[in-house]
């Protein structure tokens, strides 16, 4: 007799979808971001112009590919349903990613053309905002079973927080790419703003970081708490 599917099988594999394709399609986002990464570094060395802020934007759109990945896949396990989040806005994403380290490896955009980066980054950041509302507004409670309720409010709370600070992140960047781009080609402080704008957001990534470490700690203690008590 050929292998069959049961009942318990599908809701199986429906109960692990929305994690698998996370895990998944962030997985395959996140090879494709790092060869654009490479060969946006080779470009940055071998075209003249601007090398040390190019350099110092390709470090931040490095940074935050791997906090975005990571902060998928910490996120995964709190999945239940793979939506428009997953299938379309990571994706859209990740290919906002690779536009970072594409615009840092052409000149074809004229002097100053990395510039365009700033707008890049706005668009990334809103398409952020826009993946984190799509996943809070396909949350339910009925997803959870009574014994994982808190575990459905934690969620939605952090969602809830991304929400606002994304719409944040979006207005912030918008206005450094409405500044920057009002500045002449040949402005002497590139560098300077820059760098401060790369302190911010490393400071911000490692803080974020922390956060998305310490909130699931707090689940996985709270999850093995209770797994005990049962027991």
Not at 116 to 129: D, S
Not at 152 to 159: D, E, N, P, S
Not at 192 to 202: E, Q
Request: charged share 15%; net charge positive.
């Amino acid at each position: 007799m050929p292998p069959q599917l049961d009942r318990a099988e599908l809701a199986k594999r429906f109960r692990n979808q929305g994690n698998d394709l996370v895990v998944q399609v962030a997985s395959l986002m996140q090879g494709g971001i790092l060869s654009a990464a490479a060969f946006s570094l080779i470009e940055i060395l071998r075209t003249p112009g601007d090398v040390v802020v190019r350099l110092m934007l390709w470090l931040m759109s490095v940074g935050v590919a791997f906090f975005i990945f990571f902060r998928l896949v910490q996120r995964a396990p709190l999945l239940v349903r793979a939506g428009g989040d997953v299938l379309f806005m990571v994706p859209v994403m990740g290919l906002l990613e690779t536009m970072l380290f594409a615009i840092l490896a052409t000149n074809t955009l004229g002097p100053g053309g990395w510039r365009y980066w700033y707008v890049a980054a706005t668009l990334f950041a809103a398409a952020g905002f826009l993946a984190t509302w799509l996943n809070l507004r396909a949350l339910e409670r009925t997803q959870y079973a009574d014994d994982a309720e808190f575990v459905f409010h934690a969620y939605r709370a952090t969602l809830r927080r991304v929400c606002v600070e994304s719409i944040v992140l979006t207005g912030f960047t918008g206005a450094l790419a409405v500044w920057i781009l009002a500045m002449p080609s040949n402005w002497p402080y590139f560098v300077a703003f820059v760098s401060i704008h790369a302190v911010i957001v490393s400071i911000t990534g490692v803080f974020g970081a922390r956060g998305e470490v310490r909130d699931t700690d707090s689940l996985r203690q709270k999850l093995n708490v209770w797994s005990a008590s049962d027991s």
